[in-house]
T-cell receptor, first 114, second 117 residues
């Protein structure tokens, strides 16, 4: 079954520094991959998705992620962290177009220091 | 687009009681999903509807859990005889189907946080 592993349950960066959140996936077929962000006491908001088009995917709030098949990775980056980026980030994988088999990682909590 | 709406936002109940949560998806979305999220974890899939049909249920969904979507619009998730282990955030999501091979991402509500005393 498909799965994702998020390396690092907590990441701390300074405001203005590069954000790098790591995600590795396992899938028996070409996957659909997603990054979601969750603020306290809220649901998940889609940041970006990969659906087999361009390998570099641009999302909202200045985030982007690159699909690397050879490394089975889909790491999330942002060139310059903002205080408002502090949240929980989830990587997810699906093997079907209706996403009824979506599997989420355990999440990475991003802290941004002033 | 008013987004996915869930009610109530918080529910506190005693062990053994029954609880029911409601989810109103985005109006044009025909797919609806329920997830459970415990502290420090990602969401875990519970069940999935396409229109009014419940097409898939996770093994996490014991026989104390039942979900319905009677008219293909809103959905309810009921938990009977609640247990301590049921304490979690219950998230609802919806998505549209615009093409057979088109992948439409899920839009999540803010969840219902259930606390069992």
């Amino acid at each position: 079954a498909q799965s994702v592993t998020q390396l690092g349950s907590h990441v701390s960066v300074s405001e203005g520094a590069l954000v790098l959140l790591r995600c590795n996936y396992s899938s028996s077929v070409p996957p659909y991959l997603f990054w979601y962000v969750q603020y306290p006491n809220q649901g998940l908001q889609l940041l970006l998705k990969y659906t087999s088009a361009a390998t570099l995917v641009k999302g909202i709030n200045g985030f982007e992620a690159e699909f690397k098949k050879s490394e089975t990775s889909f790491h999330l980056t942002k060139p310059s962290a903002h205080m408002s980026d502090a949240a929980e980030y989830f990587c997810a994988v699906s093997e079907t177009h209706n996403n009824n088999d979506m599997r989420f990682g355990a999440g990475t909590r991003l802290t941004v220091k002033p | 687009d008013t987004g996915v709406s869930q009610d109530p936002r918080h529910k506190i109940t005693k062990r053994g009681q029954n609880v029911t949560f409601r989810c109103d998806p985005i109006s044009e979305h025909n797919r609806l999903y329920w997830y459970r999220q415990t502290l420090g974890q990602g969401p875990e899939f519970l069940t999935y509807f396409q229109n009014e049909a419940q097409l898939e249920k996770s093994r996490l969904l014991s026989d104390r859990f039942s979900a319905e979507r009677p008219k293909g619009s809103f959905s309810t998730l009921e938990i009977q005889r609640t247990e301590q282990g049921d304490s979690a955030m219950y998230l609802c999501a919806s998505s549209s189907r615009t093409g057979r091979r088109s992948n439409q991402p899920q839009h999540f509500g803010d969840g219902t946080r259930l606390s069992i005393l």
